[in-house]
DNA sequence: TAAGTATGAATGAAAG
DNA sequence: CTTTCATTCATACTTA
């Protein structure tokens, strides 16, 4: 018997929107567990990966939804390639909020991400791999299998060093910011209060 | 309209996890050869990577589906617990096959991994120190918990810094790794398959 | 109801 | 190894 899918409610829609508005893309264990913990007061059914899918999910496709909107702008403005892009978002840091509710989280300093996150891409080179090496090989086709139709993924495993100008920014991860990371989670109470005064 | 990802056929997810059930966990780079060149007689596009990926994968969920359940039980009753983090797929003993291919694969000495693979360092549950990634769990977080130095040991990967990233897995033979070393590799002929001597 | 969409869930691929 | 990203599947919902 398949439980239905989870679907949030509204109230838990907006937390969960405002929690992305103000920055969270990747919240950690500890935040899934004082989200859902929270949302439950509205739908008792919420699990963790409910909260954690939809994260992912959010992200995912408020990126993608991004990166179309960037290649149909490239498409008619060819020559403005780089220009197009906003400018170099600036890091804004916000004073970092002792407050115990999670409503309150600060997004984080690299926030929003630059849009160089999105094309990570370095060209591949080829390395010398061991035999023993199962990782090595994985760009190796077998012989009997013929891959020239499809464009083959030849970047394997190795990849260049010139990736200063993107790692930078890459996002929000438990050991990144330390005002966003090191919170005293243990202590905190991110829920003490109902959620209001949140906007649709 | 090429597909771009590769996407398990039945037969063939069958035997992976027929293998991973086994105890196959870092299949060498000739094992992989070797399980690639088998299921692509069910599916002529599966390529090595495919293979290895499935397996880090596997075993990276499986882990951490075992974390949770671990610390499910631990910290509260099991009666209810159907939520959170699904299991991918639930490990069904069957027949095994006595023919030379690739069921034959036996477990090394050290399969299946106790508790104290996962938790090496005794983990305080209820420590809050740090956060873990959501990934890691859906439902409860666990401190930090370092497996690194186990880890380079137990699968023989190590990473070099230079070019981005690289992995090296050094083939567990019989003179290799003193505690992966037990495993019968007499019996290993994972596929010997192809009458037609093909090399070696 | 069929077609299209929004989105929860899952997983292959890859980054770190 | 752990974590994140991208893609796909599955299904509830919307629309004509």
Redesign the pocket.
């Known amino acids: 018997m398949?439980r239905?899918?989870?679907?949030?409610a509204p109230q838990q829609?907006m937390i969960l929107q405002d929690l992305y508005r103000k920055g969270m893309?990747?919240p950690?264990?500890s935040q899934v567990q004082k989200i859902t913990d929270h949302l439950s007061l509205y739908d008792g059914k919420i699990?963790c990966?409910?909260v954690f899918?939809?994260f992912?999910?959010?992200?995912?496709?408020d990126?993608?939804k991004l990166?179309k909107e960037l290649l149909h702008k490239m498409q008619k403005n060819p020559s403005d390639d780089d220009d197009d892009f906003p400018a170099p978002h600036q890091p804004q840091i916000t004073t970092p909020n002792n407050s115990s509710n999670i409503l309150d989280y600060n997004f984080p300093a690299n926030f929003p991400?630059n849009l160089h996150?999105?094309?990570?891409?370095?060209p591949s080179i080829l390395a010398e791999g061991k035999d023993t090496s199962s990782?090595q090989m994985?760009n190796n086709n077998i012989e009997n299998v013929d891959f020239s139709k499809q464009c083959v993924?030849e970047?394997?495993?190795i990849?260049t060093s010139v990736?200063g100008w993107?790692?930078m920014m890459?996002?929000?991860?438990?050991n990144s910011i330390p005002c966003c990371s090191n919170r005293p989670l243990g202590t905190l109470e991110l829920f003490p209060i109902k959620a209001t005064g949140i906007k649709e």
Chains 1, 2 share one sequence.
């Open positions: 398949p239905p899918r989870w679907s949030p829609l893309r990747n950690t264990s699990q990966k409910n899918y939809w992912q999910n959010h992200k995912a496709r990126r993608q990166r991400p996150t999105l094309y990570p891409h370095s990782a994985m993924i970047n394997g495993m990849r990736q993107f790692l890459t996002d929000i991860g438990p």
